[in-house]
């Protein structure tokens, strides 16, 4: 059996973990970066190719000169997709129009033809749709 101390499954999990986060931060820069329409094509391409060819200093290179405009960019995208689901929401209600009486009374009408309601349910919906 082999011998593998604590320390040992310590280090090696904090490794993976620290591996993981250098992962997910390169997501993170590839995605900033080719959603930024400040940045042209060859810029692009140019910070692809520091990034897979000097991985860990492309990342921290991108992350000093382009950090700041990083959170910017990411607070404006969360703001923007903020108020287009609120004027969606917006315009939704705006095109709902609230039932009429007659609808409602035809509805139920129809709820009770069908046998969903019972008629007593028909007559107490029916009394506070008139009150």
């Not at 940045?39 to 000169?65: E, H, Q, S, T």
């Not at 903020?82 to 709902?96: G, L």
Request: charged share 25%; net charge neutral; with cysteine.
């Amino acid at each position: 059996m082999h011998d593998y101390p604590l320390l040992d499954i310590f280090l090696t999990t904090l490794y993976f973990f620290i591996f993981v986060l250098w992962i997910m931060l390169l997501f993170q820069i590839f995605g900033d970066l080719f959603r930024d329409d400040n940045v042209n094509g060859w810029g692009k391409a140019g910070w692809c190719i520091f990034l897979i060819f000097l991985p860990f200093l492309g990342v921290f290179v991108y992350l000093i000169a382009r950090g700041k405009g990083m959170g910017m960019r990411a607070a404006a995208r969360a703001q923007q997709a903020e108020q287009d689901f609120r004027s969606y929401v917006r315009e939704t209600a705006a095109d709902t129009k609230p039932a009429s009486t007659a609808d409602e009374l035809a509805r139920l009408a129809e709820l009770k033809r069908s046998g969903d309601i019972t008629p007593e349910e028909y007559e107490r919906a029916k009394a506070r749709i008139l009150a």
